[in-house]
Antibody, heavy 123, light 109 residues
């Protein structure tokens, strides 16, 4: 059974960097049959897919157009986890952030989710 | 990518059937058989209920079923139960991202 455990600060100042981590148990971040995603949810924007990282003989990343210039998603194989880095945040980035696992065929099929982290962007 | 359109709310009495629609375009719902449905209770993460338009993950009740016609997907809940009261979101594959629906609040009267 896959379990995703999120960690990171709940408050970030405007213009600073949001950094969240998702620790994986029951699977491997290097698996050839999974992809590791970040999704956020806010009242104004609803559910929004942000991006993913996955390994298929080499590492790949895909990002949503809306955040492409500000986002990095990085795997950490030594700790079996992956992280979200979102730069230059504004109050519009206030949301509950989730990590989620997609399957082998990269269909955006999210069968496992982290517990969610409410991140507030405020000074 | 614009969000998929869902009704804001749907309600039904225990034992009844309800259907939630999810309307997109030929670039998402209509173009692929990769529509998923998620159930979300307050304060919880979404839970996958249907994938690939009509398949159910192991452990999901067969009271939940999905279908698709052209650019509109549908989720039907039969034999409505109190525990089904939640928010429901559709999601579709696109060539560059996932797109989610606007969400539907299901109320059990």
């Amino acid at each position: 059974q896959v379990h995703l455990q999120q960690s990171g600060p709940g408050l970030v100042k405007p213009s600073q960097t949001l950094l969240l981590t998702c620790a994986i148990s029951g699977d491997s971040v290097s698996s050839n049959s999974a992809a590791w995603n970040w999704i956020r949810q806010s009242p104004s924007r609803g559910l929004e897919w942000l991006g993913r990282t996955y390994y298929r003989s080499k590492w790949y990343n895909d990002y949503a157009v809306s955040v492409k210039s500000r986002i990095n998603i990085n795997p950490d194989t030594s700790k079996n986890q992956f992280s979200l880095q979102l730069n230059s945040v504004t109050p519009e980035d206030t949301a509950v952030y989730y990590c989620a696992r997609d399957g082998e065929w990269l269909q955006y099929l999210f069968g496992y989710w982290g517990q969610g982290t409410l991140v507030t962007v405020s000074s | 990518q614009s969000a998929l359109t869902q009704p804001a709310s749907v309600s039904g009495s225990p034992g009844q059937s309800i259907t939630i629609s999810c309307t997109g375009t030929s670039s998402d719902v209509g173009g692929y058989n990769y529509v998923s449905w998620y159930q979300q209770h307050p304060g919880k993460a979404p839970k996958l209920m249907i994938y690939d338009v009509s398949d159910r993950p192991s452990g999901v009740s067969n009271r939940f079923s999905g279908s698709k016609s052209d650019n509109t997907a549908s989720l039907t809940i039969s034999g409505l139960q109190a525990e089904d009261e939640a928010d429901y979101y559709c999601s579709s594959y696109t060539s560059s991202s996932a797109v989610f629906g606007t969400g539907t609040k299901v109320t059990v009267l």
